[in-house]
């Protein structure tokens, strides 16, 4: 199947959120083939879920919201989206199918980076060969922008991601190197800026 | 010894940078990692669009270090996105010699770079501990961090230079 990866511009907001929203219900189920805890149903790719109560709930930026932070003088983040031909489009008439999400980052060791935040593709498109070209696209952008690495999350029981990621050469750092990722947010970090006495 | 202020990183701060890098590095048994630059680090903190920034702490003169330094400490850090939650600040390093622990230097620091991320709307602050690091991770948990390796699973991934020429030739 033919398809096209390029540089998400201000017009790919609506598709990228539409997919943001689809991708995180109910992770879990969905890559197992079963049923998804959240929604109840097998298959994505419909909007209503947005509409979900939990997914919603966790889900605290809007579609403007991205449109500032990507696309504005200064962007936090940068995208690139898979489109498919006409032809190709799917049952709900998306030719957007796929997208990565990354940013640039610093390593104190080795100097610039990069980090892939989101990597996905709609589950009717999988299989072709968009997710390496999605990758493989941030690894050109990296290089040419002076990074050394790129860098990335995966969660543990995602073992078919992780053996595709470990076939292209990654290495997890968590398990190598002992790393633990932590966050600190909400009410502990205005507590923190406030230098509330400490537990 | 409550004597200290914490300021901005500038240009001339880079010697300093790259010192307290190293001597974290060493710390976590990694010295021969750091392959970074003064230039390297010059051109990505202070060019048109920095990667990085840096907090500085500093003593006056009369508490030098025995090497004859004021710049005592560091964090380096950065923004990052997270497509649920938004803007995020990231944690690179964080660093306090050792002869300066106890004052509340690394205290004050962490305070200071939520404070910027309160003000920057960021949503969190996040950063990698590593596992046997007790003391660290006894400081962040005390301060309301948590740990989402632990809780949610996640495993950081890397692909270095040589992998990633491979994959963008794909």
Redesign the interface.
Known sequence: MDYTIRVATLEDCKDIYRM?MVS?CGDRRVAQGGTCSVCARRTHGHSELAKHEKVSD????AQR??EQ??FSK?P??QSIIAEVPEQHRSKDGHSKVGYA?Y??????????SV?M??LYVMPEYRGKGIG?AL??KI??L??AAG???????????NKES?DF?LS????????G?????????????????R?DP?? | MANFILRKAEPRDVPDILRL?KE??KFEE?EE????TET??LQ?GFGE?P??HCIMAEVPEDRRSSDGHTVVGFA?Y??????????ML?L??FYVMKEYRGYGIGTEI??TL??T??KSR???????????NKPS?DF?K?????????E?????????????????A?
């Not at chain 1, 633990?180 to 923190?192: D, K, T």
């Not at chain 2, 990692?33 to 970074?36: F, I, M």
């Not at chain 2, 960021?122 to 046997?132: K, L, P, R, Y």
């Open positions: 943001i995180r966790q889900v605290k930026i919201d991205l932070d990507g200064n936090f983040f999400l940013f640039f980052a610093y390593s104190s060791w080795k100097g610039r980090y935040e989101d390496k990758m493989s690894a050109q990296g290089l990074c050394n690495q790129l860098n990335f999350a995966v969660l543990n029981w992780m990621y292209q050469g990654c290495w997890d750092v968590t398990t190197l002992d790393y633990h990722c932590m966050r600190c947010e909400g009410p502990a970090l205005e507590a923190l800026a230098g400490k537990n | 890098i974290l590095a990694m990692q750091v392959v970074l390297e680090l990505d669009q990667f990085y380096m950065y923004f990052t996105y997270d497509p649920w939650i938004g803007k990231y690179e390093d962490f305070r939520s404070e991320a309160v960021c949503s969190g602050m996040h950063f990698i501990v590593a596992e046997w991770i962040y005390r301060r309301g961090a948590s740990d989402l390796s632990h949610e699973g996640w495993r950081l991934f890397e692909i270095d230079k040589e992998y990633l020429l491979k994959m963008s794909k």
